[in-house]
């Protein structure tokens, strides 16, 4: 399908990885939501079978770990364009976009699960914000018959049976291109700090490990690993504890681009000269400090990528199509060379989706 390819594209210059891919709805229960989406539908929970084209309606809820940052907002913008385009290729598809306030509000979310099993969606698209307490919620979707779609982070259980397959980043992979490129910045036995979020979260317990394993193969010494959930408030705090601790100081990690906005905030305050400070996540505000020359980098994954194809998936999977159970995303770690391209692409699939960041 012509638009379906279109978004795979994703290409900046040769820096975008076309998708590999082929795989991941609804009350608001007191979170952050935004619905939207093509014409809606109301086919059975777990039905499908239907030829694309056929006028099959579904009703897709995606759920964000939040809706409190450009990073989920990016999400949704490519849950809404996959609706969009599937309704080109007359498959009406209902997409729900919805999210806690916070990622560490966990509770809301696991209501949120429930309330799209209540209301008999057809499929859920999931980023777990707590993976080990979204097991329980995860098992109500399988006994509802429902297919649940995982994206950007995997539930930490050993029953695969779960969910039908997983969107988004190899976490950890990805967490060491950025310690590899503080390392292409430092000297041997030049000092850096992590800061992550929230302890027990894969996701960044994977980014952090995967970067502190770079950095300390090249002879970096790592001082500090600590955690400030998620937030630029206590990022500022934590970075300014290191940095009283550890005043040579030469590089900061981040496993989120809150966290690293944070850590440069403090680094400034200090008046230190010559600090890499790399995030991840490729956000806006992210990619406006490294065109200033504040941040260094961010590993920039694919959001709209990962929100596109959750939805794909969960209607190829209704359709009775098969797919692919690991679907990993690629990365692009931005820097002042690239991060002008790779924002031009990006505003233009925001803009097309019709979703409002900030």
Same mark, same amino acid.
């Given at each position: 399908?012509?638009?379906?390819?279109?978004?795979?594209?994703?290409?900046?210059?040769?820096?975008?990885?076309?998708?590999?891919?082929?795989?991941?709805?609804?009350?608001?229960?007191?979170?952050?939501?935004?619905?939207?989406?093509?014409?809606?539908?109301?086919?059975?929970?777990?039905?499908?079978?239907?030829?694309?084209?056929?006028?099959?309606?579904?009703?897709?809820?995606?759920?964000?770990?939040?809706?409190?940052?450009?990073?989920?907002?990016?999400?949704?913008?490519?849950?809404k364009l996959a609706g969009e385009d599937l309704k080109a290729e007359g498959i009406n598809v209902e997409v729900n976009v919805i999210g806690p306030n916070a990622e560490s509000d966990s509770a809301?979310?696991?209501?949120?699960?429930?309330?799209?099993?209540?209301?008999?969606?057809?499929?859920?698209?999931?980023?777990?914000?707590?993976?080990?307490?979204?097991?329980?919620?995860?098992?109500?979707?399988?006994?509802?018959?429902?297919?649940?779609?995982?994206?950007?982070?995997?539930?930490?259980?050993?029953?695969?049976?779960?969910?039908?397959?997983?969107?988004?980043?190899?976490?950890?992979?990805?967490?060491?291109?950025?310690?590899?490129?503080?390392?292409?910045?430092?000297?041997?036995?030049?000092?850096?700090?992590?800061?992550?979020?929230?302890?027990?979260?894969?996701?960044? *317990? #994977?980014?952090?490990? +995967? &970067?502190?394993? $770079?950095?300390? /193969? %090249?002879?970096?010494?790592? =001082?500090? !690993?600590?955690?400030?959930?998620?937030?630029?408030?206590?990022?500022?705090?934590?970075?300014?504890?290191?940095?009283?601790?550890?005043?040579?100081?030469?590089?900061?990690?981040?496993?989120? *681009? #809150?966290?690293?906005? +944070? &850590?440069?905030? $403090?680094?400034? /305050? %200090?008046?230190?000269?010559? =600090?890499? !400070?790399?995030?991840?996540?490729?956000?806006?505000?992210?990619?406006?400090?490294?065109?200033?020359?504040?941040?260094?980098?961010?590993?920039?994954?694919?959001?709209?990528?990962?929100?596109?194809?959750?939805?794909?998936?969960?209607?190829?999977?209704?359709?009775?199509?098969?797919?692919?159970?690991?679907?990993?995303?690629?990365?692009?770690?931005?820097?002042?060379?690239?991060?002008?391209?790779?924002?031009?692409?990006?505003?233009?699939?925001?803009?097309?989706?019709?979703?409002?960041?900030?």
């Amino acid at each position: 399908m012509k638009s379906r390819r279109r978004l795979l594209a994703l290409a900046m210059s040769g820096l975008m990885m076309a998708g590999m891919l082929t795989g991941c709805g609804g009350g608001d229960n007191g979170g952050a939501a935004s619905g939207g989406g093509a014409a809606s539908g109301s086919g059975a929970a777990g039905s499908g079978g239907g030829a694309a084209g056929s006028g099959d309606s579904y009703k897709i809820t995606t759920i964000c770990m939040a809706l409190n940052s450009d990073y989920w907002h990016m999400v949704e913008a490519g849950a809404k364009l996959a609706g969009e385009d599937l309704k080109a290729e007359g498959i009406n598809v209902e997409v729900n976009v919805i999210g806690p306030n916070a990622e560490s509000d966990s509770a809301t979310q696991i209501n949120m699960v429930e309330d799209a099993v209540t209301n008999k969606v057809d499929a859920i698209v999931l980023a777990a914000n707590e993976p080990t307490a979204l097991v329980s919620a995860a098992q109500t979707v399988k006994k509802a018959n429902i297919p649940l779609i995982l994206i950007d982070t995997k539930l930490n259980t050993d029953d695969d049976s779960l969910y039908s397959c997983f969107v988004g980043t190899g976490n950890k992979d990805a967490g060491k291109l950025g310690g590899e490129f503080i390392a292409s910045k430092l000297k041997t036995g030049d000092k850096a700090a992590i800061i992550r979020g929230t302890v027990g979260q894969t996701v960044h *317990d #994977d980014r952090g490990a +995967g &970067a502190e394993e $770079a950095m300390k /193969a %090249a002879g970096i010494e790592v =001082v500090a !690993v600590q955690p400030a959930d998620s937030d630029r408030g206590k990022a500022v705090n934590v970075a300014e504890n290191i940095i009283q601790s550890n005043p040579d100081i030469k590089a900061f990690y981040a496993t989120n *681009d #809150d966290m690293a906005l +944070g &850590a440069y905030q $403090a680094v400034a /305050a %200090a008046n230190l000269k010559d =600090v890499v !400070v790399v995030g991840f996540d490729g956000t806006f505000n992210a990619m406006d400090s490294i065109a200033k020359d504040e941040m260094s980098a961010s590993v920039a994954q694919l959001p709209v990528e990962e929100g596109y194809q959750g939805v794909m998936n969960a209607v190829k999977i209704l359709q009775g199509e098969s797919v692919e159970k690991d679907q990993p995303l690629d990365v692009v770690v931005l820097n002042k060379d690239n991060v002008a391209d790779f924002r031009t692409e990006l505003e233009a699939k925001i803009a097309k989706s019709g979703v409002k960041l900030g």
